[in-house]
C-alpha cells in the first residue's frame, strides 16, 4: 500500500471516501473476445451508417471477422456482399478483396461506398454489360426492368431511389445526385431511366417534375436512342446557371445507354456529393484498434 502510495496510485476522490488503486487500460489483459458478440450493435433504422439495403451489417462487426481470421495483404473473399460492408472492412485494414452479389442494386451501392469512402473511382466489376446488346438484354431478362435501372444508375453514379425495399419511385423519378452551388446550397439532379419505348410526353413529364420539386437538372437515361422530337422538347426546358461556376448546364440532358457506355458523362457542376453521404465516414480509429486487439 505504501508503495503503491509513493507511486501516486492511491485515489481518493475526497477526504474521508474509500482510498482506490489506479490501474491504466495498458496494463490490464482485458478479456478475450468469446464466441458471444454482444458489444456491436446493429445497424439502426436511423442510424448514420445506414444506406437502406435491407440487410447491411455493422461495419464493426466485419471489421472483427476480417481482423480476427486474416492478415493485411490476404484476399477476402464475400460471395454475397450486399452493399459490400466486408469489403469496406477489408479495405480499411489493408485486405485484398473480392465482392460478388447477383443484384446490380447491389453492385451500384457498393462501387459508391468504396467511391465515397475511399477515392476508388473505377473498381472493375465483372459480369455486367459493356455493350447495348448486352444491356437490352438484362432489360428484357425475366425481373430485369429494375435491374438494368440501378445498373444505368451505376453507370453516372446516381443513388438509387427506393432501394429494394420500395420498388418503383414515384414520378418516375428512379434516382437522384446531389451537388452543391454557391453558397453550400445542395442542389438536385432527378433521374429518370426509361428501357422501354421513349417519347417527348415523357421528356415534358421530367419537365414537370423538375418544377415541381425544384430540382435543378434532370437526366434521361434511355434504352432507345432520343428521337428529334425528344431532343427539341429537353431544349425548351433552357439551362440551369451554376452561380458558384458561373456556367450553363443544359437544364434536361438525354443519355442514352450507347452513349453512357462509350464514355459519354453527364454535364453536372464538378461539386458533386458522395453518393451515400454515411459512406464517408469510415471509422478508421475502430479499425486501428480492431487491429490492435487482434495483433493483425
Ligand atoms: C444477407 S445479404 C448480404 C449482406 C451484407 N453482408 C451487407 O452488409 O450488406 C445477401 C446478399 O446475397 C445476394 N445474393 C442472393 N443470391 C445470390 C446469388 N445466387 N449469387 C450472388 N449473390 C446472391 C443478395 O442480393 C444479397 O445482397
Not at 3 to 8: D, I, K, T
Not at 110 to 121: H, I, T, V
Not at 181 to 195: H, M, Q
Not at 260 to 280: D, W
Request: proline share 7%; hydrophobic share 40%.
Amino acid at each position: 500500500m505504501e508503495e503503491l502510495h509513493r507511486q501516486g496510485r492511491i485515489v481518493q476522490s475526497k477526504p474521508g471516501t474509500v482510498p482506490r488503486q489506479k490501474r491504466y487500460l495498458d496494463e490490464m489483459p482485458g478479456m478475450p473476445v468469446s464466441t458471444w458478440w454482444d458489444d456491436i450493435p446493429p445497424v439502426q433504422a436511423q442510424g448514420a451508417e445506414r444506406l437502406g439495403y435491407p440487410t447491411q451489417k455493422p461495419l464493426a462487426l466485419l471489421e472483427r471477422v476480417i481482423a480476427a481470421s486474416s492478415r493485411p495483404g490476404d484476399v477476402v473473399l464475400d460471395p454475397f456482399c450486399g452493399c459490400g460492408t466486408a469489403l469496406i472492412a477489408a479495405e480499411t485494414l489493408g485486405r485484398r478483396w473480392i465482392g460478388i452479389d447477383v443484384t446490380y442494386l447491389s453492385i451500384a451501392v457498393m462501387r459508391a461506398r468504396l467511391r465515397d469512402a475511399f477515392g476508388l473511382e473505377d473498381v472493375p466489376v465483372i459480369g455486367q454489360p459493356t455493350e447495348v446488346e448486352g444491356a437490352r438484354q438484362l432489360a428484357q431478362s425475366p425481373g430485369g426492368r429494375y435491374q438494368f435501372q440501378w445498373w444505368a444508375l451505376g453507370l453516372i453514379d446516381a443513388k438509387p431511389l427506393g432501394g429494394v425495399e420500395k420498388k418503383g419511385a414515384d414520378r418516375g423519378i428512379d434516382g437522384v445526385i446531389t451537388f452543391t452551388d454557391r453558397n453550400g446550397e445542395i442542389r438536385t439532379v432527378l433521374v429518370s431511366v426509361k428501357s422501354g419505348g421513349v417519347n417527348s410526353g415523357m421528356v415534358r413529364d421530367l419537365k414537370g417534375t423538375l418544377e415541381r420539386e425544384q430540382a435543378s437538372i434532370g437526366l434521361f437515361v434511355t434504352m432507345e436512342e432520343p428521337t428529334e422530337p425528344m431532343r427539341e422538347e429537353a431544349a425548351t426546358a433552357g439551362l440551369f446557371h451554376s452561380e458558384l461556376w458561373n456556367r450553363d448546364y443544359q437544364r434536361i440532358q438525354l443519355l442514352s445507354i450507347r452513349e453512357l457506355l462509350a464514355g459519354t458523362k453527364p454535364a453536372l457542376p464538378p461539386f458533386v456529393l458522395p453518393t451515400y453521404q454515411q459512406a464517408e465516414r469510415v471509422p478508421t480509429k475502430m479499425a486501428a484498434e480492431q487491429r490492435e486487439m487482434f495483433g493483425g
